[in-house]
């Protein structure tokens, strides 16, 4: 895969925090938009947060400001999701992108593989 999310998924109380990250494959990959979406069960993909292909611009979702950080390292071509407050609602397979062209469309050229983020109340 172009993408792959390397650590962070698993199991956290409410109010814990968990820090996920993914990352990319391919010199040209720093170029490009990346960010984070989610799949609760039953439910359609939504974005999450995105961050420019410099880290200079960062947009996120209405229901995660001021709780979830989205980061990247340009030289290690990884992206990271920094979560903190954690909700029940968080629960969803959390899946990375690239060249995130539309955030709120859910539109990206490259996806990762997804991971388990649980939150329990």
């Known amino acids: 895969q172009v993408l792959r999310v390397e650590s962070g998924g698993g199991l956290v109380q409410a109010g814990g925090s968990l820090r996920l990250s993914c990352a990319a494959s391919?010199?040209?990959?720093?170029?490009?938009?990346m960010g984070w979406f989610r799949q609760a069960p039953g439910k359609e993909r939504e974005f999450v947060a995105v961050i420019g292909r410099n880290g200079g611009s960062t947009l996120y979702a209405d229901s995660v400001k001021g709780r979830f950080t989205i980061s990247r390292d340009i030289a290690k071509n990884t992206v990271y999701l920094q979560m903190n407050s954690l909700k029940p609602e968080d629960t969803a397979v959390y899946y990375c992108?690239?060249?995130?062209?539309?955030?709120?469309?859910?539109?990206?050229?490259?996806w990762g593989q997804g991971t388990q983020v649980t939150v329990s109340s």
């Open positions: 992108a690239a060249d995130v062209y539309n955030a709120v469309r859910n539109s990206a050229s490259f």
């Open positions: 391919g010199r040209t990959l720093i170029l490009y938009a």
